[in-house]
């Protein structure tokens, strides 16, 4: 079986990717990185629990700079906005410049430097719609860079790219994944706010899936 590094936010996506049912890899490592957000001591200890669940190394990155190039509310003092789901405006209001590929690249060096054959990202189709770096385009022009900015050349893989956030939690629950521990909430309270982006983009599939039980909310 070879070798896999996933990028860890702790939230749904990254944990069901996590334990997506295959047989071609194993995870070794997951990176989780610290960016200035205003979520991050609730995503490192979401993301250290899921490590230890599925016993993956954990490693937090820092990436301070990051913080000082973002308009966006995920890292200033603004309040998280409530634009409708899945238009450009919520989007934008969510944007982190060029996370993705920044977070992949530094995954890469890892790849490269410790003989990881994949890395693993939780890209899926309700967020491919609206945010250009959760695409299936995103991921296969990044993994082909990687052939040729890297000794190594993993191949970028993302599980759930052709599902929707209800197919997800479906996937969760059928595969025994701990749902329970992620946070996939952009504050920082000590339950989900429920009315951010991605609250709301979990809460309606823990509805759909009747399943709300899994995840706190804020009332």
């Not at 944990?15 to 997506?20: D, E, I, K, N, T």
């Not at 990176?31 to 599925?54: H, M, R, W």
């Not at 409530?82 to 790849?111: C, D, H, M, Q």
């Not at 970028?156 to 790219?161: R, S």
Request: aromatic share 10%; hydrophobic share 40%; net charge neutral.
């Amino acid at each position: 079986m070879k070798k896999a590094v996933i990028l860890m936010s702790g939230g749904l996506d990254s944990v069901v990717a996590a334990g997506f049912p295959q047989v071609e890899y194993k995870i070794e490592l997951a990176l989780t990185f610290d960016y200035g957000q205003k979520a991050v001591l609730n995503e490192i200890k979401a993301a250290s629990d899921i490590c230890k669940y599925y016993n993956i190394v954990h490693k937090v990155i820092k990436l301070d700079w990051l913080k000082e190039i973002s308009k966006t509310s995920l890292v200033s003092d603004e309040n998280i906005p409530t634009a409708n789901l899945g238009t450009a405006e919520s989007a934008k209001s969510v944007w982190i410049p060029n996370r993705n590929g920044l977070f992949l690249n530094i995954a890469a060096a890892y790849a490269d430097s410790f003989d990881f054959d994949y890395i693993i990202f939780g890209a899926n189709k309700d967020e491919g719609s609206t945010f250009p770096d959760n695409t299936e385009e995103f991921r296969a022009q990044i993994s082909k860079v990687f052939e040729t900015s890297t000794l190594k050349k993993p191949k970028v893989i993302a599980p759930l790219i052709n599902y929707t956030k209800d197919d997800i939690v479906k996937i969760a629950i059928e595969n025994n994944i701990p749902l329970n521990l992620v946070w996939s909430c952009y504050s920082s309270g000590k339950y989900h706010c429920g009315i951010c982006e991605s609250c709301q983009h979990l809460k309606k599939a823990l509805i759909a899936n009747q399943r709300e039980d899994y995840i706190l909310f804020e009332k």
